[in-house]
């Protein structure tokens, strides 16, 4: 319930906030996928596959059921392939390395001495990791070139060195789970490392899941097709995930609006007509009410109640790219731009690198960022839930971050590249360098057009 003197756009801001975070129903998904990861306490290897369509809640399930499993004592590691692959190949490869060797950093030192010793069975063979993972390199040397100048050789070499290191992984941080969301998406190299992880001759037994989105055919074919080739298929569980259904779009209310709701039946069946229970439609469209005030707070009743003059006014037929463009009319222009620039760095940026890129002309940077988080286009991240805040923020969807990033012309989109590229390449630290040549590259690769006038 709200103060009298409380102010109500602060209130209707941090309802925003709830509103991102609030995770419902999914019991019976969850169940099955721990009753798997039961099999891995057995002494085997296990495979949970999730489809669905896009927004349904792929990665919120998967975020929820790592936590669950990490607190069951599992390293959980979770990685994302890209739409815009070209933006630097074996990208969950790395994210999923570099989570691996956190873990191992934080390990007692007799153990993480164990480990060591195992990773020296590399050999040489450690820099064609250290190479694609530099931040690897923190637990293990890699000295020597890599001599093969036969591809196809060095391919496989390169395969069965993440094997090898995924294995040690495995048996030491047992029970690891690896995460892969957005397989779609996968790249032949960084699947072709994923299926060599999941060989059956490997000695350890981990649990792998991995997400898709299987609303086009093209997708749909593309993962049939990768997931006939893995080899251990005797613990694979599938999961279609389905819409919330009216309940559980009730409960989502009833918890945002903390039971201060007048008519939740209302409400509940004019999003249930327009969203068909995809959470993501369900989470826009609830931000859109409290912004054209289709959703307003009522003193006089104390409660929270919707207009259906103003609820109506968002279109039965609007696709989520609408929402998301009339969103972007309304922005400051200050942060329409910056929404742009954030769509070159990636699906995810840091506030670091984006004041640095923006060197310092946007003055209220901190404040657009906030009015890009409460209308719904990015969230703020934090690694785990209840820490600190790690200044990174993520876009709130794939779909925004798509939408923005094919809206902006191809020579701004150049340009912005080409800066982002030249600032990571000016900063002060070597290592930061180093670990970040593949985005470095891949920044490069997209704004050749621009460089070539400038480098
Ligand atoms: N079970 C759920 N309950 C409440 N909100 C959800 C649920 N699943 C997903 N969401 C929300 O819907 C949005 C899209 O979910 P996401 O998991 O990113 O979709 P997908 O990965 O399937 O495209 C996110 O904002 C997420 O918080
Ligand atoms: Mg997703």
Same mark, same amino acid.
């Given at each position: 319930?709200?103060?009298?003197?409380?102010?109500?756009?602060?209130?209707?801001?941090? *309802?925003?906030?709830?509103?991102?975070?609030?995770?419902?129903?999914?019991?019976?998904?969850?169940?099955?996928?721990?009753?798997?990861?039961?099999?891995?306490?057995?002494?085997?290897?296990?495979?949970?596959?999730?489809?669905?369509?896009?927004?349904?809640?792929?990665?919120?399930?998967?975020?929820?059921?790592?936590?669950?499993?990490?607190?069951?004592?599992?390293?959980?590691?979770?990685? #994302?392939?890209?739409?815009?692959?070209?933006?630097?190949?074996?990208?969950?490869?790395?994210?999923?390395?570099?989570?691996?060797?956190?873990?191992?950093?934080?390990?007692?030192?007799?153990?993480?001495?164990?480990?060591?010793?195992?990773?020296?069975?590399?050999?040489?063979?450690?820099?064609?990791?250290?190479?694609?993972?530099?931040?690897?390199?923190?637990?293990?040397?890699?000295?020597?070139?890599?001599?093969?100048?036969?591809?196809?050789?060095? #391919?496989?070499?390169?395969?069965?060195?993440?094997?090898?290191?995924?294995?040690?992984?495995?048996?030491?941080?047992?029970?690891?789970?690896?995460?892969?969301?957005?397989?779609?998406?996968?790249?032949?190299?960084?699947?072709?490392?994923?299926?060599?992880?999941?060989?059956?001759?490997?000695?350890?037994?981990?649990?792998?899941?991995?997400?898709?989105?299987?609303?086009?055919?093209?997708?749909?074919?593309?993962?049939?097709?990768?997931?006939?080739?893995?080899?251990?298929?005797?613990?694979?569980?599938?999961?279609?995930?389905?819409?919330?259904?009216?309940?559980?779009?009730?409960?989502?209310?009833?918890?945002?609006?903390?039971?201060?709701?007048?008519?939740?039946?209302?409400?509940?069946?004019?999003?249930?007509?327009?969203?068909?229970?995809?959470?993501?439609?369900?989470?826009?469209?609830?931000?859109?009410?409290?912004?054209?005030?289709?959703?307003?707070?009522?003193?006089?009743?104390?409660?929270?109640? *919707?207009?259906?003059?103003?609820?109506?006014? !968002?279109?039965?037929?609007?696709?989520?790219?609408?929402?998301?463009?009339?969103?972007?009319?309304?922005?400051?222009?200050?942060?329409?731009?910056?929404?742009?620039?954030?769509?070159?760095?990636?699906?995810?940026?840091? *506030?670091?690198?984006?004041?640095?890129?923006?060197?310092?002309?946007?003055?209220?940077? #901190?404040?657009?960022?906030?009015?890009?988080?409460?209308?719904?286009?990015?969230?703020?991240?934090?690694?785990?839930?209840?820490?600190?805040?790690?200044?990174?923020?993520?876009?709130?969807?794939?779909?925004?971050?798509?939408?923005?990033?094919?809206?902006?012309?191809?020579?701004?989109?150049?340009?912005?590249?080409?800066? !982002?590229?030249?600032?990571?390449?000016?900063?002060?630290? #070597?290592?930061?360098?180093?670990?970040?040549?593949?985005?470095?590259?891949?920044?490069?690769?997209?704004?050749?057009?621009?460089?070539?006038?400038?480098?």
């Amino acid at each position: 319930m709200i103060k009298k003197n409380e102010n109500i756009q602060e209130t209707e801001n941090s *309802l925003k906030l709830k509103l991102q975070d609030i995770v419902v129903g999914r019991n019976n998904e969850i169940e099955a996928i721990k009753m798997q990861f039961d099999s891995v306490w057995e002494g085997h290897s296990a495979v949970t596959v999730i489809a669905g369509d896009i927004g349904i809640g792929k990665t919120a399930l998967v975020k929820t059921v790592l936590s669950d499993l990490s607190k069951l004592n599992g390293a959980c590691v979770y990685g #994302k392939f890209e739409l815009y692959k070209d933006k630097g190949p074996y990208i969950p490869i790395v994210q999923i390395m570099e989570q691996i060797t956190n873990y191992m950093l934080t390990l007692p030192e007799e153990k993480f001495n164990r480990i060591r010793k195992k990773l020296k069975e590399l050999g040489r063979d450690k820099a064609l990791i250290t190479r694609v993972v530099p931040q690897t390199q923190r637990i293990m040397s890699s000295t020597g070139r890599i001599k093969d100048s036969d591809y196809q050789k060095l #391919k496989i070499r390169m395969e069965k060195a993440f094997q090898t290191f995924i294995t040690i992984a495995a048996q030491e941080l047992y029970p690891l789970i690896i995460a892969v969301d957005d397989i779609q998406w996968a790249d032949i190299a960084s699947w072709n490392i994923i299926k060599s992880i999941n060989d059956p001759i490997s000695n350890h037994d981990l649990y792998m899941i991995l997400v898709y989105r299987n609303n086009l055919e093209k997708y749909r074919t593309k993962v049939k097709s990768m997931l006939d080739k893995l080899s251990e298929k005797k613990y694979l569980l599938e999961i279609n995930l389905e819409s919330l259904t009216t309940e559980e779009v009730k409960t989502m209310l009833r918890e945002v609006f903390s039971g201060d709701f007048e008519n939740t039946d209302e409400l509940v069946s004019l999003i249930y007509r327009k969203t068909v229970g995809n959470p993501l439609y369900i989470k826009q469209m609830l931000n859109m009410l409290l912004e054209n005030k289709g959703i307003y707070y009522n003193p006089g009743v104390k409660k929270w109640c *919707l207009d259906s003059c103003k609820a109506k006014d !968002i279109n039965l037929l609007d696709t989520i790219a609408d929402i998301v463009n009339r969103k972007i009319d309304r922005l400051s222009p200050e942060a329409k731009e910056l929404l742009e620039i954030a769509s070159c760095i990636g699906s995810r940026f840091d *506030l670091g690198l984006m004041e640095r890129i923006t060197e310092n002309q946007f003055q209220r940077l #901190k404040e657009n960022l906030v009015e890009l988080c409460h209308a719904g286009l990015i969230v703020k991240v934090f690694e785990h839930p209840g820490t600190d805040d790690t200044g990174k923020f993520e876009f709130f969807h794939d779909r925004i971050y798509q939408n923005i990033y094919e809206q902006i012309e191809a020579d701004r989109k150049e340009k912005l590249h080409f800066d !982002i590229a030249i600032e990571l390449l000016n900063h002060p630290d #070597k290592i930061y360098i180093e670990e970040n040549i593949l985005p470095i590259t891949a920044h490069l690769l997209k704004c050749k057009i621009s460089s070539k006038g400038k480098v």
